[in-house]
């Protein structure tokens, strides 16, 4: 096998070569996260039961993307490592690896929804309208979901190299398809069939499968740090246990967060269905705002994870440093946005008064926990790149499990909707002071394992 080249991750300025990655990385996730929006403002126009549907379907949809963010996370890190020790045979297991446990994944998933979508809505509610769209909507979504399991695996190879424009392409490929196909397959537009909200599903998975084959096609031309070959793609059983010790932390955290948007609707709809669907256009809100700070928490950890298996110990504090600060900052205009136009938000999907007297005091009380959260995401991520992945598992497990969830229960005892908003705040406060003390532990056996290394 050739050897690997230096790339820019070793050599560029860590302040240019972290936007530099960064950007297109922003930008796609932002265009990710617009047309969750937009599936959602459309679905709004049919009725709120329709907006319901899709907002309880979440917990599902956010399991898929547990499971593909956290292989290809751990891929995305082995990758990395390897090309910055300049081992190519064991990059291109890694890659063979990770494109066999995205096909695991789409069947296993595609089976769930085939088999458990309407039980799983018959859980929330009785209400037949909801049931079906619901129904509709995640037996699509995950009967296809080879679309988001092999965009993740193909995007990850390409950012694992730095070549994030490219994923900005692909990305913004898979979002215009299922922007242009959502109005047209929701409401029967140009002479197709009306399917309500099933069309929003139809339109999200092709989206999803049209980005992964682009992908596909530019990792075979453009990235030539990676191989793909079939007799690679099976189970090299060392390369998975070393993905998923690094990205198991981060399924379960994702994951968590599936169990705890399901608890927490179910606190909700005691009070109102109208609460649920407000929490739903929270999320879609929220994601909007968080897709940024994951955009550049992805460019980080490839550039972090590279300069590790390099042994260029101030290049890791620089890049972790700088990229806090942006994502503290980014943070804060969501902060700003939920408390100085809560409504403006809110009427994006059609909602009335009743959902704005709910709504507006809602946005207004998670909206002040944003900034704690872009430090707690960065310092998690580092733990999970170069440090010991269970520090990020503990700080979600304290958070959501441990500290929101028992605390809007409690709140919801009051009888007051209004109060129940505050366990995110509270929860992310607990957060910060673990990540911080993570951080630190980790960065402190950075530095004496690098420091070992070189005086070896």
């Not at 950007?23 to 047309?35: F, N, R, T």
């Not at 979901?145 to 692909?170: D, H, K, N, P, V």
């Not at 609707?265 to 005691?270: F, K, M, P, S, Y």
């Amino acid at each position: 096998m050739g050897k690997i080249q230096e790339n820019k991750m070793g050599s560029m300025p860590v302040r240019k070569v972290l936007f530099d990655m960064a950007v297109p990385m922003m930008i796609s996730m932002l265009v990710q996260a617009l047309y969750n929006v937009v599936d959602a403002v459309y679905v709004a126009r049919l009725n709120e039961n329709a907006l319901n549907a899709v907002s309880l379907a979440f917990p599902l949809q956010n399991a898929m993307i547990a499971v593909a963010s956290g292989t290809c996370l751990g891929m995305n890190a082995l990758l990395s490592r390897y090309l910055g020790a300049k081992k190519r045979e064991l990059v291109d297991e890694v890659a063979g690896t990770g494109i066999f446990l995205s096909l695991v994944s789409t069947v296993l998933f595609a089976i769930v929804g085939l088999t458990c979508a309407k039980a799983y809505f018959l859980s929330f509610t009785d209400v037949e309208e909801i049931v079906r769209y619901g129904t509709d909507y995640v037996t699509i979504c995950l009967a296809l979901s080879a679309g988001i399991f092999f965009q993740f695996c193909f995007e990850r190879m390409l950012q694992a190299t730095g070549r994030t424009r490219i994923t900005m392409m692909t990305q913004l490929f898979g979002a215009i398809i299922n922007i242009i196909l959502d109005p047209i397959l929701i409401f029967g537009l140009l002479g197709f069939p009306r399917m309500e909200v099933a069309g929003a599903a139809v339109a999200t998975v092709a989206g999803q499968i049209a980005a992964a084959v682009l992908c596909l096609i530019m990792n075979l031309k453009k990235n030539l740090d990676v191989g793909i070959h079939l007799k690679q793609i099976r189970p090299h059983w060392a390369m998975v246990g070393e993905i998923y010790r690094i990205g198991f932390p981060s399924i379960l955290m994702i994951s968590i967060g599936s169990v705890l948007n399901f608890l927490l609707n179910q606190i909700l709809i005691a009070f109102t269905t109208t609460a649920t669907a407000v929490f739903g256009v929270y999320s879609k809100l929220q994601n909007f705002i968080f897709m940024p700070v994951f955009g550049l928490n992805n460019a980080m950890v490839p550039l972090i994870s590279y300069n590790y298996g390099a042994r260029q110990k101030e290049r890791i504090h620089q890049a972790i440093r700088l990229t806090i600060f942006t994502a503290v900052a980014i943070m804060c205009v969501g902060t700003l946005l939920f408390e100085l136009v809560p409504g403006f938000l809110l009427r994006l999907f059609q909602a009335k008064e009743h959902m704005l007297a709910i709504g507006i005091p809602a946005l207004r009380i998670i909206g002040t926990h944003f900034a704690l959260a872009g430090f707690c995401i960065i310092a998690g991520s580092v733990c999970q790149a170069i440090g010991n992945p269970l520090h990020s598992l503990l700080i979600s497990i304290c958070r959501q499990m441990l500290v929101l969830l028992p605390a809007a229960w409690l709140l919801s005892l009051s009888g007051r909707l209004e109060l129940v908003w505050l366990a995110f705040p509270i929860a992310e406060l607990v957060s910060l002071v673990l990540s911080a003390v993570f951080l630190k532990k980790t960065l402190r056996r950075v530095d004496s394992t690098l420091s070992a290394a070189e005086a070896a």
